[in-house]
């Protein structure tokens, strides 16, 4: 089992930068892809970045690119979304997530964190 836990949320104007955290522990070596997911009130959960715990690879959603960071810190077991030039349309509920091989896809994510809000105001 593994257990994510996320803190960093909050609110902040159109603009502004926030980072988020998320910090595995249990059988964390089984989870070798750690992402982002979003969820606005309404909408699917769509993917917004993903790392290789063992590479450092990363990959982003187009609309994150190039504002989104993913990064991780192997020795906290914590891997971190530094956000930037926030938009209202980031608005949403960010969730960790792992998995043994693929974490870009829900289907194929393992373990889930409990969430937390995102609010950007214009």
């Known amino acids: 089992q593994v257990q994510l836990v996320e803190s960093g949320g909050g609110s902040v104007q159109a603009g502004g930068s926030l980072r988020l955290s998320c910090t595995a522990s249990?059988?964390?070596?089984?989870?070798?892809?750690m992402g982002w997911f979003r969820q606005a009130p309404g909408k699917a959960r769509e993917w917004v970045a993903r790392?290789?715990?063992?590479?450092?690879?990363?990959a982003y959603a187009d609309s994150v690119k190039g504002r989104f960071t993913i990064s991780q810190d192997n020795a906290k077991n914590t891997i971190y979304l530094q956000m930037n030039t926030l938009k209202p349309d980031d608005t949403a509920m960010y969730y960790c997530?792992?998995?043994?091989?693929?974490?870009?896809?829900?289907?194929?994510?393992?373990?889930w964190g409990q969430g937390t809000q995102v609010t950007v105001s214009s």
């Open positions: 997530a792992a998995a043994p091989l693929i974490c870009h896809l829900e289907g194929a994510v393992n373990y």
């Open positions: 249990g059988y964390t070596s089984s989870s070798t892809c």
């Open positions: 790392i290789s715990t063992r590479s450092g690879s990363t």
